[in-house]
């Protein structure tokens, strides 16, 4: 009872003190003055007549010399907080030029023919600001339009091409400790968990919708498979939108969004990339990697191909001190990506593409019962293969009042992973559990977005999708050729449709409103059969059906641009399922498969952003509280067969905090920090879990650093040097806190020396510079883990070279 009481009082200390430092931070936010000529413009692709018009409209200022011979054709694209004459000067295209009257007028007008270009001088455009921080013309889209990211009203976090080869993100778990409230498991490739702002529904993978939502371009790429960890080879960026995002995305997206988003194929130049890299892993072994790049313009600038190829090793590190193997954990990955660009007029435009990737990984990358950190005393090695397939398409139209998007993609996802069983299910001989999934998945999604500038924006869409998933598990002897016996087999068909809409409205020049909602219905269909230990059990029918509305309210204040408070009202939902039932194992008692409920979240957000010291810093804030019902997680059966149960409600309040320091060209400093509660406030009598000890595999305290100097050697040669630092705070796997289950407390660096020209980039990294050997999760094989701790180690310390040359 006093330790009952006493978790109560330690939780509420933290809550309040979270609370605290929030409304600290709120209350404390200094009110800025308005930038003097910078505004923030939304330009689209389109007839430049048309451009200079919207142009004219959202800077406010005069335009003036259309028609001109020789100006004409389709303007560039221009989104970003900057000036008016440097808005104009990237929005006009080839054989169009302009003069400045004022900076607040302009006269446009042909371009000279190239050979007379030298003779005659450009007139002077408006002066860009002394200083350009990075931030200012990175745009994003995760809230289904395009922004400049300086000034959003929501909390997202975005990595750019410069980030992915600076952190050395070849996989979004190298991104992941640079990223704001992002934790991700440490099971293996094509195997991992992804939680967003401390969200998580437990450790293992089940039958469970993703809380995360992960999307490659406009198409979701999960469901309830794990992250099937794409190499990110020519992607312009990522982007994590944290918090429910159950309006615009519907289920899946109770944590946040991560986005990755590619490099289009460009009708107007022919180029390419490759790139090689070669690295060697302390007490493992080596590997290399190699990708390529080619983007082949086609119908005279009308179209174009780009094709991405790529390969890598995983070397392993973890020893099977039982079978006599070192380096076991070794594992490969190859994938293909192929997109076509059509430009059917000035405003339509079509997209398709084909997506193919392959991990193959001979063992488990866990650590257990072998006296070394490094080691694994098992029977059975544990092979993962995880193939991951997309077929897309996509249909936009540039409209005077609104843009059309139409989206259809097909996705086939198909993760296997073998257990070491021995021991399970009354065998003493050597035994292999295989669980092989099959998920396919349906999309197609239409959405309409206000074109015209004033002060209502909207955008509405129409949703639907079916995923049809496969998940069938046998035991077999690993030293026999012989077929296994099947332990169960269960199919999953999943209908869902939506409606979804949101209106932002200007009530005053600087106060804004947006208000959304997202009508939802899903079907769920499940069977049950194949019961091989379990002879008698009966096939197994079951329906679920589910609808609700997805609401969210906004607003929010700006003082400038870069200046905006904001408070906010979103929610989150998941869609309900079944289980096999328990007696599939041919032991347990019980012959009912039993449901779990749909679960939903709510959150409430305030927070903002703010500029510095003429812009060299930008602080960004925010204050969260979420409110999750019927939490669904996944857990296993103490025979080591999967379940999901609704373990009672959650709720978690945090504060983060990002800084983005850049005093000039050469030095940039980017910070965050998270500090949260996040906790089990009820408990059903589903499944044994504690309150106030925090949801499992998410840490209550992250931080990170991210540093580089860069400076000019020579003409057309430049250097840099970089580190990272990131700290996790020590977390449980399960929801019953055992010590056994206890993980994180460490932190983990990068140091890494670039030099580059106009076409050559050469790096060369050292990962875990320390060598640090924490326990990042507790966890590896459902069957063994009664026998002794399992502990799966950061990959040890790394050194590792690469080249890229563009042509």
């Known amino acids: 009872m006093l330790r009952m009481h006493y978790r109560a009082a330690r939780g509420a200390r933290r809550t309040g003190a979270i609370v605290a430092l929030s409304m600290t931070a709120v209350l404390a936010w200094p009110v800025a003055v308005r930038a003097a000529e910078a505004q923030i413009f939304h330009l689209p692709s389109e007839p430049v007549n048309r451009a200079v018009v919207r142009f004219a409209i959202q800077g406010d200022v005069s335009v003036g010399g259309l028609p001109s011979a020789g100006c004409e054709g389709v303007s560039r694209a221009t989104y970003g907080l900057m000036s008016p004459g440097r808005a104009l000067a990237k929005l006009l295209p080839p054989g169009c030029d302009f003069q400045s009257i004022d900076g607040r007028s302009f006269r446009i007008f042909g371009a000279p023919p190239p050979e007379r270009a030298s003779r005659v001088p450009r007139p002077e455009a408006s002066p860009p600001p002394a200083l350009s921080n990075p931030l200012d013309e990175l745009v994003v889209t995760a809230e289904r339009r395009t922004e400049p990211l300086v000034g959003r009203a929501y909390a997202i976090t975005a990595a750019t091409r410069e980030d992915l080869g600076r952190f050395g993100g070849k996989s979004f778990a190298d991104l992941a400790p640079q990223m704001v409230g992002v934790t991700v498991t440490n099971l293996g490739s094509g195997r991992n968990k992804i939680f967003v702002r401390g969200l998580s529904d437990g450790s293992f993978t089940g039958h469970t919708q993703s809380t995360v939502g992960l999307y490659l371009d406009d198409v979701p790429i999960t ?38 988003i590619t490099i289009k194929p460009d009708p107007q130049a022919f180029a390419g990339t490759v790139s090689v890299e070669a690295l060697a892993i ?117 409209g005077e009042a609104a843009d059309l998007k139409v989206s259809l993609a097909f996705i086939d ?214 409110d999750w019902n019927r939490v669904q997680t996944d857990q296993y059966l103490a025979s080591g067969l999967p379940m999901t149960v609704n373990i009672g ?32 406030t009820r408990v059903s009598n589903a499944f044994p879990a504690s309150v106030d000890i925090g949801l499992p595999g998410v840490s209550s305290l992250l931080g990170s650093v991210d540093a580089r100097y860069r400076w000019t050697l020579w003409a057309g040669w430049r250097a840099e040097v970089s580190g990272q630092v990131a700290f996790v705070g020590h977390s449980f796997l399960t929801f019953d806190g055992a010590r056994a289950s206890r993980m994180g407390d460490y932190g983990v660096g990068r140091l890494a020396f670039a030099l580059e020209s106009e076409r050559l980039r050469l790096q060369a990294y050292l990962d875990n510079v320390t060598d640090e050997r924490a326990n990042t999760f507790s966890f590896g094989n459902p069957f063994s883990r009664s026998r002794a701790l399992q502990s799966t180690p950061l990959r040890p310390r790394t050194i590792g070279i690469s080249l890229s040359r563009d042509f």
Request: net charge neutral; proline share 5%.
């Open 223 to 260: 469901y309830s498979a794990p992250d099937p960890d794409l190499r990110l080879v020519d992607v312009d960026r990522v982007e994590v939108l944290r918090g429910p995002q159950g309006t615009l995305y519907g289920s899946g997206s109770i944590g946040g969004i991560v986005r990755f």
């Open 282 to 398: 302390q007490h493992g072994a080596q590997g290399t990697g190699l990708d390529g790049v080619v983007n082949v313009p086609l119908l005279d600038g009308h179209a174009a191909v780009r094709l991405v190829a790529y390969r890598d090793e995983r070397p392993g590190y973890i020893d099977n001190v039982r079978l006599g193997l070192k380096d076991v954990n070794y594992g490969q990955r190859s994938g293909v990506r192929v997109t076509g660009l059509l430009d059917l007029s000035s405003t339509w435009r079509v997209q398709a593409g084909y997506a193919h990737q392959s991990i193959n990984t001979r063992d488990a990358q866990y650590a257990q019962g072998a006296g070394s950190a490094l080691a694994r005393d098992a029977r059975v090695r544990e092979r993962q293969d995880n193939d991951f397939s997309q077929v897309s398409v996509s249909l936009t139209h540039a």
């Open 413 to 626: 996802h198909s993760p296997q992973t073998r257990y070491d069983a021995t021991g399970a299910f009354g065998r003493s001989d050597p035994l292999a559990f295989d669980e092989l999934r099959k998920v396919d998945l349906f999309v197609a999604d239409a959405v309409l977005t206000s074109a015209r500038e004033g002060r209502l924006q909207w955008l509405g869409g129409v949703f639907a999708s079916q995923t049809n998933e496969t998940d069938s598990a046998t035991i077999s002897d690993p030293r026999s050729e012989a077929p296994g016996q099947l332990v169960y087999r269960r199919r999953d068909q999943l209908t869902e449709a939506a409606i979804y809409g949101e209106a932002a409205y200007d009530l005053t020049p600087r106060l804004t409103v947006t208000a959304g909602g997202r009508l939802f219905a899903s079907h769920l269909s499940f069977a049950g059969d194949q019961f091989g230990l379990a002879p008698g059990l009966p096939r197994m029918r079951r329906r679920l059906n589910d609808d609700g509305v997805a609401p969210k309210l906004r607003a929010s204040y700006a003082w400038s641009p870069g200046v905006v408070l904001y408070a906010q009202i979103q929610e989150g939902f998941r869609a309900g399922g079944f289980n096999i039932p328990a007696a599939a194992d041919g032991a347990s008692a019980g012959t009912q498969a039993t449901a779990f409920e749909p679960d939903r979240l709510r959150s409430y957000e305030a927070g903002g952003t703010l500029p510095l010291f003429k812009r060299t810093l930008t602080l960004r804030a925010a204050v969260y509280h979420a």
């Open 649 to 680: 409600d959650g709720a978690n309040t945090g504060l983060e905090v990002e800084a983005l320091w850049r005093p000039d060209d050469h030095w940039q400093v980017r910070a965050n920090g998270v500090v949260e509660d996040p906790t089990i």
